[in-house]
Structures are given as structure tokens and as C-alpha cells.
């Protein structure tokens, strides 16, 4: 029981996740920045590694607002839901093993469900703090949910066919059997699929359209300043290694790899930082390579060209299998 | 869900105050209305209270980006007003330093533009290669922003020694990202989904609302004040007017880009046929302008700048007028802003459809405004004005 509560707390649990999510948060910047031809973050500790811990600890020490017209209880809710939920469904990450902290058969749907309410958490963040231009970003989110959505769950679903399971411990499992990893095959499709609703899950360039900086200000998230911007901020480097470590999961193997006996957790968790990595840079380059898309064209982008190869793909899985 | 939605006085598309009040139903704007009168600077009285020289130095304030089509202007204006011309040599080095200026602003407006269309990374690579020019600006001027190249008379300096080699070097690097840059926007898919009909202004309609430069030139309209009224030996170099037809906010794209090769064009070949002789005539620091009207027109990079000024025979402009071009074009953001028809316009357009007039907003605010919803006009003569700035002293010659 200590262990499993040790697990959870620390290794591979909370503290743990917070840390890697934080260091993913400067490998996409860095990246991002490099792909600009800038220097990126370089002050904070060696390479400014520690830039991101020092902008969330710089913005919990700001005065904390809340603005009279906001639906206060919304106001205080939102911001310790959102990262809540993410940390949540990070638990479900195989980091140190083939199977996460928690792990159950359903559980690629549970965090499916657990991203889709993290949405819905943030348009109730957008109305909640009565703003117009918060308004129309939250109106933006949801809308933005009809588009990505469904093309999310048939790519992750596509793979548990092909897995036999709806676990994600099954399908790395699956993978680590077979010797192969899914996107060596017809599940490449699924990645790219994944990949791109991922970048509109994630509200970053070209689906950034709920928080654009240029349009409407900062969207959904204009009003909420320091230590509630902070755990948004936080929410949002959590579902970076949310997402990058569930394509690492479930399209790149996982966790496993070669080993030397008796030093598996280690290794373990190695690839699965690696692997994730991969897929995090993917996620970086899609994002210096557009512009931003506006909400009707990227509703119709989704529902025309992500929705037909997803729907294809499952039946092409069904019928390999 | 239907409401108003404040563009500004503060807002992340611009840092300069303008107030863009958008009625929208959801994301569909149905109506539009501009107020720029946030920044009134008091220039033109300031112009007024100082010796001709130091107003050469007020005016290229006006705008730091189009500064030396300002102070060019400028000096067109009073050069006229002393019945001078300036030397053949100073005009084309007038030349090299405003097509530079030229293709400096044009290279950051394409890079803002982008930016305000969320593609960050192309942002970055023209403000990178726009550092290239601005080096050269402060080879041939001394200075990398405000210029204060032009001076009444003539160039403040001479080519330095061995500054052309670099220039040439600097205009084959600009030439080829240009051409880099044309290729990777014709062929990315997201920059012409939201430009591509987005932000339509009718030749009809740019001509009726005194729309100038490459926005009027993205309509179409082939009209340029270099080509109509050569102002600085334009008439002896050859250059292209690039008009555009789509008449959206991808021909300002367009327009604006190959402007840019054009400019480097019209520097080399300023640079191979290079007077030789005096690049200023002598005049003395203080002098009295004899009384007279004079108006000078100017191709700024944001389209057509006029400077009209008034002398009463003192050391002193008695009234000084400037027109900057984005007071002429703010007009036209309203009409393409309105939703009518099968024309659409949606919030997020706001940034592609205001940016693709190239706003200076700053420049601009000097104009007194109607209030029609509440019936109450203000019509202001010029001698109202003169009144308001002096006193006593009503009379015109």
C-alpha cells in the first residue's frame, strides 16, 4: 500500500509528471525557437532549463484578481480543475512499465474522456469569467471540439482494434509482442491523424483559435491572471506530456525496449521520455510550419480531410485483422 | 448572441490607440466603426512654431518608419516654396535612401502581417533579413531609424567609401528571400486560406474612398505618385507599377512583395547611373521663406503622403498640413469590415483585413471627427483652425 501511495506521489506519479512536463514545456520552446532561428529561453539555469519553473513560480507570487462581473465560483473552480484532470489522466501513462499507475481494460477510453471534459472545463473557464472576448474564445473551444475530436478517438481506436485491447497497457503490450510498433504499418495514418488533432486539442498553431493572441486577445483565458493563470499555464505543459506520451504509447511502443536485467524501471522510463520526445518535436514542428486557421475553416478541415481516412482506417484495420 | 466588440484603443493586432467598435452576431461582423482620434500629437502647430530646419527634424517624427519619405516631403515642400531644386546627385541618393526605406518597410509589414495571421516563424526570417537593410540604412545615413538623411537643399552626407559594394551585396541577399519568400507564401495552404477572399475592396470602391498605395494598387488601380508626378527624378529611372487584381488581402501580399524587388531594382540602377557633382546646395541654416502656398507629394511607403504648407514671407511655415496615407486608407477597413451578401467577415479576419492597409495610426490622428449618432457635426473652416492655434491673428493674405 505505501508503495502504491509513494507511486503515486512522487515516482512515476505527481511530482514526477509536474517535473518531465515542465522540462517538455522548454523542449518545445527551445525547439520552437530554433526552428525561428532565435536563441529561445538561456538564462534561467544551463540552457534556461529552468525558465519554465521560473515563470510559474513568478506568476503564483502575482496579486490574484478576480474581476467583480465573473461567475466567482466558476473563476475559483476552473483553474484547479483543469490541471487536475490532465494530471489525472497522466497517471494512465505506462512511464516506468508496460502499464501506468492506474490500469484497467477501457482505460484509452478514460482518458479520452478525461481530455474531452478538460474542454469543457475550459469553456466553462471562458464563460465563467464574462468577458467578450473570453466568450467568443470559449464558444471557439467548444466549437473547435465538434472538429477534432472524433478524429482523436478513431485514431487511438483504430490501434486498440489492431491491439486487441482497449487498455493501453494492452496495446504496449500488443506492440511489444508483435516485435513492431504501430506506425510501422497501416496505424501511420492514425499517427498523422493523431498528431494534428492533438495540435488542436492542445490549442496550439495552426488550431490556436480559441486563445488567438491577435484576434481575441488571449480567448478564453483573458481575465485570469496570476496564480489561476499559472495552474492553466501548468494544465497546458501537462497535456503536452499527456499527449506526446500517449502517441509514444500507443503508436512508438511504449516504454519497452532492450534492457539489462534488474535496471528496467530505468530504462524504461528513458525510452518513454525519448520516445515521447520524438513525438513532441513532431508537435513542435507542425507548429512553426503554419498559420493560424480561422474557426470555420478548421471545423470543415477536420470534418473533410481528418474524418474520411479516420473512418477508412478503422475499417481497413477491422478487415486486416 | 449578438454584441459589440471593442478592437482597442488597446488590443494586440496594433500598439498604436485605434478604436475599431465591431457590432458581431457570434463570430460574423454586420457592422464597423473606426475612431483614430486617440493620439492627437499637435504637430502641425508645432511646425508652426519653429524655423523651417527644425521642423525637418519635428517631421520626420511624425512616422519612424516612413521617416524619410516624411522629411523627403518635406524638404520637396520648402525647396518649392525658395524656388530650389536640389542637385542631381543629392536626388538619387534621396532615392537609394527611400527605396531602402522602402523595402525596410515593406519587409516589416509583411513580417507583422504574418504574425497577425499567427505564423510566427516566417514573422521572425523578414524581420531576420530586415536587420540586413536596416544595417545598410545606417551604413549610407549614420542612423537606422530615423534616417535624417534629407536635408532643405539637398542629403545631409555622400555615399560613403566602399558602401556601395555592400549595398550591392545586401540587394542580391534581399532579392533572393524575396524570391524564397513569394514561393513558400504562394504554397502554403493555411497563409492563402485566410487571405484568399478575405477583406475585398472593389477598384470602384478604393477610387470613391480615396484609397492610396499598394492597397490601391491591390485593387488594381494602376496609380503611383512616382509614375504620376515624378517628384525626385523618378521620370530618368525605369520601374514597374505592380498592380494586383484579386483585389483581397492576399494581393497586398502580393503587391507588397513584389514591390520589394522592384525597389532593389530601382537602387541598382540608381547606383550604376549615379551623378557625379554637389550632393546639397548651400543654404544657410535661418532664412525667411518668400510668402506663397506650396504642396509636395510624396510616394511613402504606405502610399501617397501630401504636405501642404501656407508661408507668410517669416522664418516660419504660418500653417502646415500633413496628409499621411493610412488617414486615407482607414476609410476603406469599414467597408471591407461589413458583412453584406455572400460577403462574409468574421472576427478573426479583423487582424488580416486592418493589417492589410499597413495602419499607422499615429501618423494619423489629426482630424476632427462627426458624431452622426448623436447629429452632431463639427465643421471646421481653415481659418477656424488658424483661430484655435493663434489668437488674434484671423487675416489671410
Not at chain 2, 482607414?330 to 472576427?347: K, N, Q
Request: contains cysteine; glycine residues 8%; neutral net charge.
Amino acid at each position: 500500500m505505501i508503495e502504491k501511495i509513494l507511486a503515486t506521489v512522487f515516482f512515476p506519479g505527481a511530482i514526477f509528471i509536474l517535473a518531465v512536463s515542465l522540462f517538455y514545456e522548454w523542449v518545445d520552446r527551445k525547439l520552437y525557437a530554433r526552428f525561428q532561428n532565435r536563441v529561445g529561453p538561456h538564462l534561467a539555469g544551463p540552457f534556461g532549463l529552468f525558465q519554465p519553473i521560473a515563470d510559474l513560480i513568478k506568476l503564483l507570487s502575482k496579486e490574484d484578481i478576480v474581476p467583480m462581473a465573473t461567475d466567482r465560483f466558476l473563476f475559483t473552480l476552473t483553474p484547479i480543475l483543469a490541471p487536475a484532470l490532465i494530471l489525472f489522466a497522466c497517471m494512465f501513462l505506462p512511464v516506468a512499465g508496460p502499464s501506468g499507475i492506474i490500469s484497467f481494460e477501457g482505460d484509452l477510453i478514460a482518458v479520452i474522456a478525461l481530455l474531452s471534459i478538460y474542454t469543457i472545463t475550459v469553456y466553462l473557464a471562458g464563460e465563467g469569467s464574462n468577458n467578450r472576448f473570453a466568450s467568443v474564445g470559449a464558444v471557439r473551444a467548444a466549437v473547435q471540439l465538434l472538429g477534432y475530436e472524433i478524429p482523436l478517438t478513431l485514431s487511438l481506436l483504430s490501434v486498440a482494434l489492431a491491439a486487441g485491447s482497449l487498455s493501453i497497457r494492452g496495446i504496449v503490450e500488443a506492440q511489444a509482442e508483435r516485435g513492431l510498433w504501430f506506425i510501422a504499418g497501416i496505424q501511420a495514418i492514425g499517427f498523422a491523424i493523431f498528431i494534428i488533432a492533438s495540435q488542436a486539442e492542445m490549442e496550439r498553431i495552426p488550431f490556436d483559435i480559441p486563445e488567438a493572441e491577435q484576434e481575441i486577445v488571449a480567448g478564453w483565458e483573458v481575465e485570469y491572471s496570476g496564480k489561476r493563470l499559472a495552474l492553466f499555464r501548468l494544465s497546458k505543459d501537462l497535456e503536452l506530456f499527456l499527449l506526446s506520451g500517449l502517441g509514444a504509447a500507443v503508436f512508438l511502443g511504449g516504454p519497452i525496449g532492450p534492457v539489462i536485467p534488474g535496471l528496467e524501471p530505468m530504462l524504461y522510463t528513458i525510452y518513454f521520455i525519448l520516445k515521447s520526445i520524438i513525438v513532441l518535436a513532431i508537435f513542435t514542428l507542425v507548429r512553426a510550419l503554419f498559420a493560424r486557421l480561422r474557426i470555420d475553416q478548421m471545423v470543415s478541415f477536420s470534418w473533410r480531410y481528418l474524418m474520411p481516412p479516420a473512418m477508412i482506417l478503422i475499417i481497413l484495420t477491422e478487415v486486416i485483422m | 448572441m449578438n454584441f459589440e466588440v471593442p478592437i482597442g484603443p488597446q488590443h494586440p493586432i496594433h500598439v498604436e490607440p485605434l478604436m475599431l467598435r465591431l457590432k458581431v452576431e457570434g463570430e460574423l461582423i454586420v457592422d464597423a466603426d473606426v475612431d483614430v482620434s486617440y493620439i492627437h500629437r499637435g504637430i502641425e502647430k508645432a511646425l508652426e512654431l519653429r524655423p523651417y530646419i527644425q521642423g525637418l527634424y519635428l517631421v520626420e517624427r511624425i512616422c519612424g518608419i516612413c521617416n524619410a519619405a516624411q522629411s523627403l516631403c518635406y524638404c520637396l515642400n520648402v525647396e518649392q516654396l525658395l524656388g530650389k531644386e536640389a542637385p542631381p546627385r543629392a536626388r538619387y541618393l534621396r532615392i537609394v535612401v527611400e527605396e531602402l526605406s522602402r523595402i525596410h518597410s515593406h519587409l516589416l509589414w509583411l513580417g507583422h502581417y504574418l504574425h497577425t495571421l499567427g505564423f510566427e516563424t516566417l514573422f521572425m526570417y523578414f524581420w531576420r533579413d530586415r536587420e540586413r537593410v536596416m544595417d545598410m540604412l545606417e551604413l549610407i545615413t549614420g542612423n537606422r531609424v530615423t534616417t535624417a538623411y534629407n536635408t532643405i537643399g539637398g542629403v545631409r552626407r555622400d555615399l560613403p567609401p566602399g558602401a556601395e559594394q555592400k549595398l550591392r551585396r545586401t540587394l542580391d541577399y534581399i532579392e533572393e528571400r524575396v524570391r524564397y519568400y513569394e514561393k513558400v507564401i504562394d504554397s502554403e495552404p493555411t497563409i492563402l486560406a485566410r487571405t484568399q477572399r478575405v477583406g475585398i475592396l472593389k477598384p470602384g470602391d478604393a477610387v470613391r474612398m480615396g484609397v492610396t498605395g499598394p492597397h490601391l494598387r491591390a485593387s488594381g488601380i494602376k496609380h503611383d505618385v512616382r509614375l504620376d508626378d515624378p517628384y525626385s527624378g523618378h521620370d530618368e529611372i525605369p520601374f514597374n507599377v505592380i498592380t494586383w487584381d484579386t483585389c483581397d488581402c492576399y494581393a497586398r501580399v502580393k503587391v507588397r512583395l513584389r514591390e520589394t524587388s522592384e525597389c532593389v531594382n530601382m537602387i541598382r540602377y540608381a547606383l550604376d547611373h549615379m551623378p557625379s557633382g554637389d550632393y546639397r546646395l548651400k543654404i544657410p541654416p535661418f532664412f525667411k521663406a518668400p510668402p506663397g502656398e506650396s504642396l509636395s507629394r510624396v510616394e511613402a511607403p504606405r502610399g501617397e503622403l501630401v504636405h501642404y504648407s501656407i508661408s507668410d514671407g517669416g522664418d516660419r511655415p504660418y500653417r502646415y498640413r500633413v496628409r499621411t496615407p493610412t488617414l486615407a486608407n482607414l476609410l476603406s477597413v469599414v467597408e471591407m469590415l461589413r458583412s453584406r451578401g455572400d460577403y462574409e467577415v468574421y472576427i478573426a479576419d479583423v487582424p488580416a483585413i486592418l493589417g492589410g492597409i499597413d495602419p499607422c495610426i499615429c501618423c494619423s490622428a489629426r482630424i476632427l471627427i462627426t458624431d452622426e449618432a448623436k447629429k452632431r457635426r463639427m465643421i471646421t473652416t481653415l481659418d477656424d483652425i488658424i483661430r484655435f492655434s493663434r489668437g488674434r491673428r484671423v487675416e489671410r493674405r
